[in-house]
């Protein structure tokens, strides 16, 4: 029988990696703060508790799947119930995208209660999650890492181990949005040059998804761009804002100097704050071309 397993957090990433971690045998006990995202887990067998702590189980292993920072504060640290009720032996895995130095804090706050903290964000949209396609992350202490190896191994196609500072595979996540936001704005670019030049966009996208950039992220995020579609959002420009900010306080943090996140930060914001933030971050697509005068 394998060990009972606690999640929260039941969103469009978190849910279909419990209803994996269910179909292939792990008892899992779930709490999200709105209690009715969760009941397709309880009609697969997942057991819903009404408060995070009562997910652990005691030497347990508890993963969260949050939005941000602060929802992840609120489980890890609010009152310390969680640690407490892990204890010693537990292990807290967080798969959220969220800040290096908060991982490095909360495995430090961890250790004093006897519980190691892993560091697990992934790579994958909601449709990977479901189809166990997954990219993870992983830093941490090395027992802990081995312990949930095999748990990570059942939600993804491929671990990748970035050493003991829980907070590396963190800096991995934002190097990685940080890229794919990146690559989002030059298509976005580069084919509203093309449009203003009387060049279909689509045949740009035909052409360099299959030779320059033979890829998922341009052949996937081209057509997203060119057909511009934004709903439903795979990704939210809200999120992707979220993360643009964490790797500029990082970079800060570091005295790396990211003008062009600087760049995509700005766009996010005016994005944002036109009320686009729960459409997919594709919509950039949309605010360039609108900055050429082209009409949408």
Same mark, same amino acid.
């Given at each position: 029988?394998?060990? %009972?397993?606690?999640?929260? &957090? ?44 009562? %997910? ?21 640290? &609010? ?17 959220? %995208? ?77 190097? &990685? ?44 995020? &081209? ?26 306080? %990082? ?46």
């Amino acid at each position: 029988m394998k060990e %009972t397993i606690g999640f929260i &957090g039941a969103g469009n990433m978190g849910l279909p990696m419990a209803s994996n971690l269910l179909a292939v045998g792990y008892p899992v006990r779930i709490y999200n703060r709105n209690a009715a995202k969760a009941a397709a887990l309880v009609r697969q067998g997942a057991v819903q508790v009404a408060q995070p702590a009562q %997910t652990a189980a005691p030497a347990g292993i508890v993963l969260t799947m949050l939005s941000d920072d602060h929802a992840l504060e609120d489980v890890a640290l &609010g009152g310390d119930e969680l640690v407490r009720s892990l204890g010693r032996g537990g292990v807290h895995v967080s798969m959220s %995208t969220v800040s290096p130095a908060l991982s490095r804090h909360l495995a430090e706050h961890h250790r004093r209660h006897g519980v190691s903290y892993v560091g697990a964000p992934v790579f994958g949209r909601p449709e990977a999650a479901a189809a166990r396609k997954l990219w993870i992350c992983l830093s941490g202490e090395p027992a802990a890492k081995d312990r949930v190896r095999p748990l990570l191994q059942s939600l993804g196609q491929a671990v990748f181990d970035f050493g003991e500072d829980p907070g590396a595979a963190h800096v991995v996540k934002l190097t &990685g949005n940080f890229m794919l936001a990146a690559a989002v704005e030059a298509m976005a670019e580069a084919l509203t040059l093309a449009s203003k030049n009387g060049i279909e966009p689509s045949k740009i996208v035909e052409m360099m998804g299959q030779t320059l950039f033979a890829c998922p992220v341009y052949q996937n995020y &081209g057509r997203a761009l060119v057909s511009r579609q934004y709903e439903p959002p795979g990704f939210r420009l809200v999120l992707g804002l979220k993360d643009v900010d964490l790797v500029l306080k %990082t970079a800060a943090a570091s005295n790396v100097p990211m003008p062009l996140a600087s760049l995509l930060h700005d766009r996010m914001i005016a994005g944002v704050a036109k009320g686009l933030g729960d459409l997919d971050w594709a919509v950039i697509g949309r605010e360039v071309a609108g900055q050429a005068g082209l009409d949408l």
